[in-house]
């Protein structure tokens, strides 16, 4: 059976910061409690996410596995995007894939 994802969009200037929203609409894709979920650093670097979604300019998306499931976040102007979508295959990499270009 297929659970679907979940998805939102935040301010950038948001009170809670994107690596806790990636755990929350992961937790709540599969409807568990966060804290019943592997830590966010097994898959990658929670403040490394805060960071680029602090306003750089460079930054346009980022994807990675996270329990299971394929995490997309993208830089929207003055918002971020968060997505947690469907399950992610064996042979994907724990590593995480970012697209864009860095500012000079």
């Given amino acids: 059976m297929h659970t679907p ?14 690596s806790t929203i990636v755990v ?19 898959a990658i670097d929670p403040d490394a996410i805060d960071a680029l979604c602090d306003g750089c300019s460079g930054f346009v998306s980022l994807e990675f596995p ?5 995490v997309t976040i993208t830089n ?9 979508e469907g399950g992610v295959s064996a042979g994907d990499s724990a590593n995480a894939r970012g697209t864009g270009t860095e500012s000079s």
């Fill in 5 to 18: 994802g979940a998805s939102t969009t935040v301010s950038r200037d948001g009170d809670r910061n994107p």
């Fill in 24 to 42: 929350e609409l992961r937790a709540r894709a599969d409807g568990v409690d966060p804290l019943a979920l592997d830590p966010l650093y097994d």
């Fill in 66 to 70: 996270y329990c299971g499931r394929t």
């Fill in 76 to 84: 929207a102007g003055d918002e971020i995007e968060i997505a947690v």
